[in-house]
């Protein structure tokens, strides 16, 4: 209830807005797209991450604001780099089974970007298997549906730590994996992440989907991942999360 008005206060003072982590090739380097993630400029606490305030993706109503106004902002970031002649790749956004629960969520989020003049096809949507288990399958299958009959793509997150992950390939239209980072930030050392993460790879590979890994920090394990045949990587290593503002500059740095 708290967090409830002071995130109706934290809207209404612009403070929840995204911010960008790249998503790079590993074999080039060169930066494919950006996974955006939402932050909370807090008036005293400073900046904080969903570890803080991420209860509210949960909350129908409070997902729904928030998810809303993320997607406003970042659909303006878009058209301003469009604008200048950026090439940017594809930003993707998170999306929580709370908003998926909305009637007409999808026509919504595709009203946005079409308000905004962003082709839908530089959008791609992170949904976790929490999505694809709610119990809400047609809703869900209809809305990932209209988001594909408009190009974007389907990124399943945080791949590998849900009970049933090969089921949920079979059943619901994917097009990219993204290896979550508990499986990748022991890779060098522990045998079983490094088989766990080169059969991921190997299942998306024969799958013909887009293969990311999460949470990659050393070069090391850029290494390793490349090897296994792992396209594609984000992480600490290659650059933080960075604001909207700061997208350009890191965009300029890697060519
Ligand atoms: O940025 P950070 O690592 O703190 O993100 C923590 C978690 O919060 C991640 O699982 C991420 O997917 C989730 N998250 C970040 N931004 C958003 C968002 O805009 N919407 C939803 N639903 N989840 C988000
Ligand atoms: O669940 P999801 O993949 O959306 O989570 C992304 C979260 O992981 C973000 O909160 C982001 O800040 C965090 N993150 C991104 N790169 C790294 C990394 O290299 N190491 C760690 N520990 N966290 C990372
Ligand atoms: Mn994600
Ligand atoms: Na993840």
Request: with cysteine.
């Amino acid at each position: 209830v708290a967090l409830r008005r002071e995130m109706r206060e934290a809207l209404s003072q612009d403070q929840i807005v995204p911010h960008y982590q790249p998503q790079v090739c590993l074999a080039t380097g060169a930066i494919v797209g950006f996974e955006a993630l939402a932050r909370w400029h807090h008036p005293t606490q400073g900046l904080l991450t969903p570890s803080t305030f991420g209860a509210v993706f949960d909350d129908v109503e409070l997902a729904t604001l928030v998810g809303q106004r993320l997607i406003r902002t970042i659909a303006a970031d878009m058209r301003n780099w469009l604008s200048s002649g950026l090439s940017f790749g594809r930003i993707a956004v998170n999306l929580s089974h709370a908003e998926f629960t909305q009637p007409g969520f999808a026509g919504d989020f595709l009203r946005t970007l079409d308000e905004a003049q962003v082709p839908a096809e530089y959008v791609e949507i992170e949904i976790t298997e929490k999505v694809l288990l709610d119990g809400h399958f047609d809703a869900v299958s209809s809305a990932l549906e209209t988001f594909r009959k408009h190009r974007i793509k389907v990124a399943l997150d945080d791949f590998g730590t849900g009970y049933a992950s090969l089921t949920h390939l079979k059943r619901f239209p994917v097009d990219h994996l993204k290896i979550d980072r508990s499986f990748v930030q022991d890779l060098e050392h522990d045998p079983d992440d490094a088989a766990i993460v080169a059969a991921m790879v190997g299942l998306g590979r024969s799958l013909k989907l887009q293969i990311t890994a999460e949470g990659v920090e050393t070069a090391g394990q850029a290494q390793r991942l490349q090897g296994m045949g792992c396209e594609y990587a984000q992480g600490f290593y290659f650059s933080h999360p960075v604001a909207g503002l700061d997208v350009p500059d890191l965009i300029a740095r890697s060519k």
